[in-house]
Nanobody, 122 residues
Framework: QVQLVESGGGLVQPGGSLRLSCAAS????????MAWYRQAPGKERELVAT???????NIADSVKGRFTISRINAKNTVYLQMDSLKPEDTSVYYC????????????????WGQGTLVTVSS
């Protein structure tokens, strides 16, 4: 069984930084794209950033210049570095892996982590 486990959320003051981590556990052959989404109270879930297995990143305009996504394939881990945080960044952040391949060719589609809460407040 494959799971995504996020960590690194918490309370931070405006202008501060946090780094989120998401590790995929289990016997994994490969993970294609990985992504971070967020969902604020009363709002729809929105895409924050994606990164391909080759390291190509795309960042949402709302966080461009402040957030950076990266991954270490050997660790099946993706990171979200968040700088210059604003109160409007307060959300539950979710890790997503649209396609995970296990040894033998079994595929998991649409994996989600449990979410980690980020609160930006003074």
């Amino acid at each position: 069984q494959v799971q995504l486990v996020e960590s690194g959320g918490g309370l931070v003051q405006p202008g501060g930084s946090l780094r989120l981590s998401c590790a995929a556990s289990g016997s994994i052959f490969s993970i294609y794209d990985m992504a971070w989404y967020r969902q604020a109270p009363g709002k729809e879930r929105e895409l924050v950033a994606t990164v391909t297995s080759g390291g190509t990143a795309n960042i949402a305009d709302s966080v461009k210049g402040r957030f950076t996504i990266s991954r270490i394939n050997a660790k099946n881990t993706v990171y979200l570095q968040m700088d210059s945080l604003k109160p409007e960044d307060t959300s539950v952040y979710y890790c997503n892996a649209p396609r995970v391949v296990l040894p033998g060719g079994v595929e998991y589609l649409g994996l989600w982590g449990q979410g980690t809460l980020v609160t930006v407040s003074s």
